[in-house]
């Protein structure tokens, strides 16, 4: 827990990149990137609980009184999964089943608890190999959707698809489970985390829907956009690559920047609609060395040049393929989860701009022009650091903010 004193301090304007990393190093330690060990992912069930992780403990929170949200929250139920999770830095992920069971995501394995955080129903241990830095997806029928790393730079990740019924896991071909092999690549300078993918998988189509995908970037220098058939293989899929029969096809990044930019890589999932899907680049080049990655995240901005470039692509379920759509260059989002509206039809990211700092850009689902700007200013309070990007039912902003969130109201 940090006083509002010490998140002063880790939002405020620094002169240089140094400045700013003694400055956090004296309120979160030598290793200030060990700080987001804690409430990594937060979601909601249909009873109104919330769900979020201290380090190896998974929490659940309740209203004080339900009939006055005012009143607070207060801790409901907890349960250390240490003995369930050997050798694994933190928790890194959860999500609800629809069946109604609880899903953590450690680096080495994935553990069901019931609602009610008093039993642990089942335990997958992750290949050796591999190591998880992102979370998970699920779909309605007990898919569960688990892209990890390879632990060596270079190495393939695995991405794979379990079956989770009733609280058990299965990795049974029979029963509908697979995987399949991704190409990985380097340790980023900054903001990426692990050496494969950065993004916690995405579902293209459901229902009646002609394809139905799973969608990662794959982690190399300059990324792929990366589709997986996750059902059964459709019988005029095209043949991407004759050992990974799964593979549905794959699409060069390029987020409209030239070839000799080094790094076009994301940390954050794949933002779709329908069978659009949209990726930032998160990657600064940068020649400052950040060894951390919370202090890379606060620096990136204020005091180290931004990433830029964002893109959108289509997948053409006729042909099977990617196509291209449209890529800005010059879009920046150097770390916060993207959001789309399908309802305004805008994707929204948060970036800095040197003239007027930090602002909330929607930009044209179809197009990629610029259709909104909320200008934040250029105290690093309003810098996300790794959050997403939601709106209140009114539209006003809830941005949730390294120091802590606040409501931007839009008049």
Known sequence: MKTQEQLNILTSSYSSYSELATAVTGVLGTAPQMSIANGNYVLCD???????NAGHIMARYKLKNPNNPKEGIELDSQIKLTPYINNSYTLVGATMTYDGHLIVAAQNALVVLNRELTTVEDIYPLTSTQILTNSIAVDENGGVYVASNNKEANGKGLMQKLICKDGKFSDSESNGAWKAEY?????????????????TPTLMGFGNDEDKLVVITDGAKRMKLVAFWRDAIPADAKPVDSSNKRLAGTFDITCGLPTSTEWVQSEQSVVTAGYDAFVVNNISQTTEKINDKIIGVLAIGPTVETPRGVECVSWNTKENKWEAKWTRADVSSPSMIPAVSTSSEMVFVSGWNDATGWEVTGLDWHTGTTRHRTILGKDNRANGAYAIIQFFDNGDLLYNSVSGPFRVEIK
């Open 183 to 199: 190409d990985g690549g380097p340790m980023a300078p900054c903001i990426k985390l692990g050496y494969g993918t950065g993004s």
């Open 46 to 52: 249909k009873d109104n609980y919330v769900y979020t």
